[in-house]
């Protein structure tokens, strides 16, 4: 807690010296008693309020704190409601007399000064300000401050209130037509490495991770020895990983997160079951999640999966060095070939790649459908030659590739994509 006199605190101590030393050169013993008695208020009053304090602390208040939405996305506005709520009576005694602010990150705040409404009641005061999000990641948000002044107005003590809440801003993403040409069709079918229905069959499929127990079709399992489940449109849609890197700049990180995150959500929204990672080292929370490349999400399991999905971005850094975003990429691409479902769609979002680069991910190529948008950051000549050099070895190996310039429109790079040939 910090205490200090206010203006008219110093006022009084200032006034009360002056006369005090007047009294005594000038031998009054009226200007005495008044010189003492001004410097006694704030001296009494600093006193008190240390002695309160002591015997009161922070007991009494409650600090409740709400975001909403949260999480929330980068660039979008939310709305922080603070309830600070008296529990006894010495807590509506000081709830009184206490007036608040918030601290915020400046990710959230925007370095400006948060505006705040107050509305209190007898045991009972809420705080509503909006925060506008900047950038991806998690922001602290709070303590509260408050700030309390005496009876006089001589002394003004302030301290902190509640715990500290975070606030989870995901990255700022764009609906995106979901592609009308990955259903698995017959010739999908052998290179998924199902089996050939019979007539009796024609709806069914063989079991896959993930799928609901309750579409197992147990007379035709038991007769063929091997599970099979009922099929139907979405139940045909490949699995698809989204594989992206983290350049050293962190705005052509936060562009390469949001147009990936945008495509894994449209082949989510449009029944794939997806997995999405990163080629470098997460931090935080979400750093084990965000290295696993075992596990699906599917649009089965509700408006979870696209916050499943969304939350493995929460804690990516840029890479500090490229040599450090390089090996990363090469690490991620050997942990997507191990892991990788035979006939899967792969999708990549990365910058101009080495020699090892290319032929690492070309070989992903081998057993799956590689789609990639190669980034140039179009500060350079030589990063746009690289762009093209890297999207034409791609496109040699079978690859679906579109080329694009970091901080353009995420709709007209997928639709670049959408629309190139194999």
């Known amino acids: ?3 200090r006199p206010t203006a008219r605190g110093w006022a009084l101590a200032a006034a009360g010296a002056v006369a005090l030393q007047a009294g005594i050169g000038l031998g009054s013993l009226d200007l005495v008693r008044i010189g003492i008695l001004l410097l006694a208020v704030p001296v009494t009053a600093f006193v008190a309020e240390i002695a309160l304090d002591t015997v009161r602390g922070r007991r009494g208040l409650e600090v409740r704190r709400e975001v909403t939405p949260d999480p929330v996305h980068a660039g979008q506005d939310a709305d922080v409601r603070v309830d600070i709520v008296a529990t006894d009576r010495s807590g509506r005694a000081r709830l009184a007399g206490l007036r608040f602010s918030e601290q915020a990150a400046v990710e959230l705040s925007g370095g400006r000064a948060l505006r705040a409404r107050v509305a209190r009641r007898a045991d009972h005061a809420t705080v509503r300000y ?7 990641g998690r922001w602290p948000l709070g303590p509260l401050v408050v700030t309390r002044t005496d009876t006089f107005g001589v002394v003004r003590s302030r301290t902190t209130l509640g715990a500290e809440s975070q606030v989870a801003v995901w990255p700022a993403v764009v609906a995106l037509p979901a592609p009308s040409d990955v259903l698995v069709g017959e010739p999908d079918r052998v290179a998924l490495g199902a089996r050939t229905p019979s007539t009796d069959d024609a709806n069914l499929r063989d079991y896959r991770e993930g799928d609901d127990l309750r579409r197992v079709h147990w007379r035709s399992s038991a007769r063929r020895g091997t599970m099979l489940v009922r099929s139907d449109e979405r139940a045909g849609m490949r699995p698809v990983s989204v ?3 983290l350049p050293v ?4 990180t936060e562009w390469t997160i949001s147009l990936a995150a945008s495509i894994a959500l449209a082949m989510l929204d449009s029944g794939h079951p ?15 999640a965000a290295r696993g490349w075992g596990s699906y999400v599917h649009a089965r399991q509700g408006p979870e999966s696209r916050a499943a999905l969304l939350d493995l971005t929460l804690d990516l850094v840029p890479a500090r060095t490229s040599t450090e975003a390089e090996v990363a990429l090469l690490d991620a691409v050997r942990m997507l070939d191990t892991s990788q479902a035979a006939g899967e769609i792969v999708v990549a979002v990365v910058g101009p790649l080495s020699p090892a680069g290319c032929g690492a991910l070309a070989h992903v190529g081998d057993s799956a459908q590689g789609w990639a948008v190669v980034r140039a950051d179009g500060r350079h000549a ?15 190996s079978g690859w679906r590739v579109a080329q694009a310039t ?4 995420l709709a007209e790079c997928w639709l670049r994509l959408l629309g190139s040939a194999r």
């Open 382 to 396: 030589s990063d746009a030659r690289d762009a093209q050099h890297t999207a034409t070895v791609l496109r040699r």
């Open 130 to 136: 909006p925060v506008r999000t900047s950038e991806r």
């Open 406 to 409: 970091t901080g353009e429109s």
């Open 249 to 252: 700049r962190t705005a052509t």
């Open 1 to 3: 807690m910090r205490r």
């Open 243 to 245: 594989l992206h890197d």
């Open 274 to 288: 997806v997995r999405l990672a990163a080629a470098g080292p997460p931090v935080g929370p979400g750093a084990d």
